[in-house]
């Protein structure tokens, strides 16, 4: 099995490493840009699937991977 998880800010959280990005990208000529969001993406290799190990994953996300206060995340599983 294998999961995919996305972390990414808040929409009410600023994001300065994206403002950063979009004023760059703006400043190289792409000036649609109107917003980036830069988060994190992590793909696990796991051995089984079962509801214990993503009840474990969960938990993973929430207190290991994400921050809860200022981060979103999805985990999805293939």
């Known amino acids: 099995m294998k ?13 300065p490493q994206g403002a950063a990005v979009r004023d ?15 988060g994190k993406y992590l793909e696990i290799d796991l051995e089984r699937d079962d ?3 993503e009840a474990r994953l969960h938990k993973l996300c929430r207190d ?3 921050n809860p206060i200022i981060e979103d995340y999805q985990l999805v599983k293939e």
């Open 64 to 66: 290991l991977l994400s």
């Open 3 to 15: 999961a995919k998880v996305v972390v990414m800010p808040k929409t009410a959280v600023l994001d």
């Open 51 to 53: 509801a214990d190990v």
């Open 24 to 38: 760059a990208m703006q400043h190289l000529g792409m000036r649609e840009v109107k917003n980036v969001r830069i």
